[in-house]
């Protein structure tokens, strides 16, 4: 089969062999030349580099079990006395978990965000990357962000230490100033919280100034018994101290009571009224029901007793006197006297004893 001639090469359009083998010699030697040199100082940065991801990793492995088991270690020892007589109010499982979550939470993020950080920076440094301009960079967007998000910075802060400074938890109730009520839920950035009226209050961890725990501690009873002036103070006295004998007796008031019902004496002396307070010592939260108990028993033994509280029905011997059925009788009148000055000024006047003069 014949070609025609323009389809055939020229000897001048054909590349020199030798000279393409020549070249692509020296590449070859080139390459094999410059990957002599640097497979040394290769193999050592990348021995570096896998070195330093496998330290960061075990590091941060044992760093996050270390957390989880001091952690674990807390509940197990708050379990540990759940079963003692403070133990349902000193330590609620639910708290503890919520707390233990949160610090280990917080805890093993700054661990893990330390220890990767610091492996970041130390695998650019061994690939000679310069660090100056990025951290700068870093820096300027770390000051932008802050000031862009304060207020999330702020509230995360001061969630993370009411947390870790224990100032509150499930099952509290508080006063945060903005609202009160009973925590069900406490988060790094948000508390939640359930009103007396059954609302939900969301307060940001960073709003709030102040904090009273009604739950920490102990509570105050008080009751103020407004009686009778007449009433005897040595009888209120005994009364009210056989009443709070038979309460600290009885469940399940003796656990909520932690200290005796004590007569604080008189607070109040009024024309037609006295008032005793009466205080005790009670579990925290308690309070309330404590003082509702007090004074059903303190009125039902005083009504036994016959001392008359103020506002409440007479007993039946000192019911008031009848009323003098003279008293609806009026008063006589003065003209009924003939002889009283009234009745004289109002007499007719007599006629002259003299002559009648006439025209």
Do not use: C
């Not at 007396?196 to 961890?205: A, F, H, K, L, P």
Request: aromatic share 4%; glycine share 8%; charged share 20%.
């Amino acid at each position: 089969m014949s070609w025609p001639a323009a389809l055939l090469p020229l000897a001048s359009d054909s590349p020199d062999a030798s000279t393409t083998i020549k070249e692509t010699h020296e590449s070859v030697t080139e390459a094999a030349s410059f990957i002599e040199e640097n497979w040394a100082t290769w193999l050592s940065i990348g021995l570096r580099i896998l070195l330093i991801v496998v330290i960061a990793a075990a590091l941060r492995s044992v760093v996050r079990k270390a957390l989880t088991k001091l952690i674990n270690r807390m509940n197990t020892s708050a379990e540990a006395v759940e079963g003692t007589a403070l133990g349902g109010l000193l330590v609620n499982a639910e708290r503890r978990r919520q707390r233990s979550e949160a610090i280990g939470s917080v805890l093993r993020s700054v661990a893990s965000f330390l220890i990767l950080g610091t492996a970041a920076l130390m695998v650019l440094a061994a690939l000679k990357i310069d660090l100056a301009p990025l951290l700068a960079s870093a820096g300027v967007a770390g000051v932008a962000i802050g000031f862009g998000a304060r207020n999330l910075v702020t509230d995360f802060l001061s969630g993370v230490f009411m947390i870790m400074e224990d100032q509150y938890g499930v099952g509290d109730k508080i006063d945060a100033g903005v609202a009160s009520g009973e925590v069900i839920e406490v988060g790094l950035r948000v508390t939640k919280l359930r009103g007396d009226n059954g609302e939900i209050w969301y307060v940001r961890n960073g709003e709030i100034k102040r904090i009273g725990n009604l739950s920490q501690g102990w509570a105050t009873a008080m009751v103020d018994v407004q009686v009778k002036p007449s009433e005897s103070l040595s009888r209120i006295r005994e009364v009210v101290q056989q009443v709070a004998d038979t309460l600290a007796k009885e469940s399940p008031w003796d656990e909520r009571l932690w200290g005796p019902v004590e007569v604080l004496g008189l607070d109040e002396v009024l024309l037609a009224s006295m008032t005793v307070k009466v205080s005790a010592k009670t579990m925290p939260g308690k309070q309330f029901a404590v003082e509702r108990e007090l004074r059903w028993r303190i009125k039902e033994a005083f009504d036994a007793a016959g001392i008359r509280i103020v506002g409440g029905m007479p007993a039946d011997e000192e019911d008031e006197a009848a009323a003098d059925p003279s008293a609806a009788v009026a008063a006589p009148s003065a003209l009924s006297n003939p002889a009283s000055p009234q009745s004289l000024a109002t007499a007719p006047i007599p006629p002259p004893a003299g002559p009648r003069i006439t025209k």
